[in-house]
């Protein structure tokens, strides 16, 4: 069994920064890719980052490129997000979730195991 705990959410200024951190356990983590969700109230829950099983290489959604980072430390079992420039429209609970596979991909469909969210409020 698997298990992601994230952590670091809260509420924030519009440009400010927060990190993200999942915790996993179980020992496959250090084999699989891991990506970040995000769902923001009344919307479908939407892909964020991903990174492959290696810390590398990484893929972003258009809506963050350049503000959000994700990397992974295996030797802890722990993914991060860390978000700069933090807007209003980045407001959600974001998941952390392990994928099937070692390559990252978008398709939420393919992720196997999820985390139970950490709210991000990011004010105007």
């Known amino acids: 069994q698997v298990q992601l705990i994230e952590s670091g959410g809260g509420l924030v200024q519009a440009g400010g920064s927060l990190r993200l951190s999942c915790a996993a356990s179980?020992?496959?983590?250090?084999?699989?890719?891991m990506g970040w969700f995000r769902q923001a109230s009344g919307k479908e829950r939407e892909f964020v980052a991903g990174?492959?099983?290696?810390?590398?290489?990484?893929n972003y959604a258009d809506s963050v490129k350049g503000r959000f980072t994700i990397s992974r430390d295996n030797a802890k079992n722990t993914v991060y997000l860390q978000m700069n420039s933090l807007k209003p429209d980045d407001t959600a609970v974001y998941f952390c979730?392990?994928?099937?596979?070692?390559?990252?991909?978008?398709?939420?469909?393919?992720?196997?195991?999820w985390g139970q969210g950490t709210q991000v409020t990011v004010s105007s």
């Open positions: 990174i492959a099983w290696s810390n590398g290489p990484t």
């Open positions: 979730a392990r994928h099937r596979r070692a390559w990252t991909t978008t398709d939420l469909t393919e992720y196997d195991y």
């Open positions: 179980g020992r496959t983590f250090s084999s699989r890719a």
